[in-house]
């Protein structure tokens, strides 16, 4: 057999274990190699992993982790993990897979109505990686405090109730730092000038919105209630909001949990900067997280002589107005005598 010969064998072989080598590494990267049944699932990289880390939490839903590896080390992924949440689609190959490693997705951070700054901690620390803990201390933080004008007392009014788009890693501080940054965007100079227009801060107008809130789940109602308070106020009148008084007493037991309907007269005399009946002007802070419709009635009252309302027992979840006494207590005992008739003790 010539040289010529022998060469052309050789190639031919040769070629053919390329092809076979090919072959095989194009199953290895391009074919499905997912185990999940769902559609798609959410994988989360903590900070400061390492990539033996990530293969701990990727292996329930990886088919061959050898393919994947093979992936892995062509692409340097092993040694550019990056924290955040990854989205894994069914059917994904393994270079998809460590493409998608390579995404973080936001999360779609959303909050409302809470009562206390634990609560609210706790309900951001479940949606991102930072935990409620070290988000609290970072509110708290008496120099971040100090450079925006925020005490521990009134510091929920920061928090602008909304959805905002944000990575799952962002850390407590840059949570909060971003927090104080759609305050400013929301209080912008139209909104300042309207709280000042109605003699208030937008610490106070948040505090004042967030006992409009608690007092009317009926959005089209709140202008009304926001401008009887305000007449109140400018009138140096004590609100007498209940649900202050009520706020007063879940802060005294630390139960925030209890459901009160009902307040009644000894309730009214407790000892607490909450409580407006005892207190004139507003509580140190907000007793709760007030919606932008809530805010939004405080800078833009209903003009109306009211001083007085109670709830409705005619139209439930509104509330009866009056300008004069007189009229309130027949309001007033009207509701007595039907909450009476449906034995709420509390």
């Known amino acids: 057999m010539n040289l010529k010969k022998i060469i052309t064998i050789v190639s031919v072989v040769l070629i053919s274990v390329l092809m076979i080598y090919g072959f095989i590494l194009l199953r290895q990267i391009f074919s499905a190699n997912t185990k999940f049944a769902d559609k798609e699932v959410y994988v989360f990289i903590p900070t400061d992993s390492e990539y033996e880390d990530v293969k701990k939490i990727i292996a329930p839903y990886i088919e061959n982790m050898d393919r994947f590896e093979t992936v892995v080390n062509k692409r340097d992924y092993a040694e550019n993990v990056k924290p955040g949440r990854f989205l894994f689609t069914k059917g994904m190959n ?42 609290l201390t ?70 004042l ?89 405080v800078l833009n009252p209903e003009k109306n002589n009211f001083i007085y309302f109670c709830a409705s027992v005619d139209r439930f979840g509104y509330h009866e107005f009056a300008a004069t006494l007189e009229e309130h207590n027949k309001n007033a005992k009207k509701y007595s005598d039907w909450i009476n008739s449906q034995g709420v003790k509390r």
């Open 94 to 135: 393994s270079y998809e897979l460590v493409k998608a490693l390579r995404i973080n997705v936001p999360v779609n951070l959303a909050f409302n109505n809470q009562e206390r700054l634990e609560n609210f901690a706790g309900r951001v620390g479940s949606q991102i990686e930072a935990d409620s803990l070290s988000l």
């Open 138 to 207: 970072s509110f708290k933080d008496s120099i971040f405090l100090k450079e925006n004008s925020f005490t521990e007392e009134n510091v929920l009014a920061m928090f602008i109730p909304n959805t905002y788009e944000i990575y799952w890693n962002t850390s407590a501080e840059k949570f909060r730092d971003k927090m104080i940054k759609e305050y400013r965007n929301f209080w912008n100079k139209e909104r300042v000038e309207k709280a000042k227009k109605q003699g208030l801060t937008p610490i106070e107008a948040t505090i």
């Open 209 to 297: 919105a967030s006992i409009v809130h608690k007092e009317s789940v009926k959005k089209d109602e709140r202008p009304r209630i926001a401008g009887v308070y305000l007449n109140r106020l400018r009138a140096l009148m004590p609100l007498q909001a209940d649900p202050t008084v009520i706020y007063a007493i879940k802060k005294k037991s630390n139960d925030f949990d209890q459901v009160i309907k009902r307040v009644f007269y000894n309730d009214l005399t407790m000892s607490s900067p909450y409580n407006t009946y005892v207190n004139l002007g507003l509580p140190p802070g907000p007793i709760a997280m007030p919606d932008i419709t809530a805010l939004e009635a």
